[in-house]
């Protein structure tokens, strides 16, 4: 985090020349790419073993994407582990049939996904995981995975 914070107030104050502020900026990317990891490991319980201290730890890990430790721990912990690549998994692509009959569904893969000549998947990349996540908090209560209450 100090890495990110440094680096900002470094380019909104001009301390280097223009052509290293686009360097700099990929560190931070990649800065913000480790705490996501340290948040995610913190909130599995495999850095520091506290409730509040994993809680903390993914606050600070997610908040650039604002995304809460408790839905991450219900959506990704809870869900996605338990279904690995099976249709109740929320973070699976759609099937082969779901693509084939859904217009909107080819039509967001074919133009946001990596690969050959997208150049708009790169979107997906800087965008990806915040909309992801947003979707999954508007879905989280209908999918039954997320309830209204305090810290489980």
Known sequence: MG????AIIAIACA??????????????GVSFAG?????????????????????LVGWIGFLPFTLSPRLWAAWHDRVHHANANAAA??????????Y???GRIRFFINAF???GRRWRGILSLALGF???SAHQLINARRRGFLKAGPLA
Do not use: C, K, N
């Open 3 to 6: 890495i990110v914070a440094f």
């Open 89 to 98: 998994d929320p973070d699976m692509y759609s099937t082969l049939a779901e």
């Open 130 to 132: 915040t909309v992801q």
């Open 113 to 115: 996904s990596l690969g």
């Open 15 to 28: 301390w280097l020349p223009w052509f290293l502020v686009p360097l700099l900026s990929i560190v931070i």
């Open 100 to 102: 084939q009959a859904s």
């Open 35 to 55: 705490l996501t990891f340290v948040a995610h490991e913190a909130v599995h319980g495999g850095i520091v073993r506290g409730r509040r201290t994993r809680w």
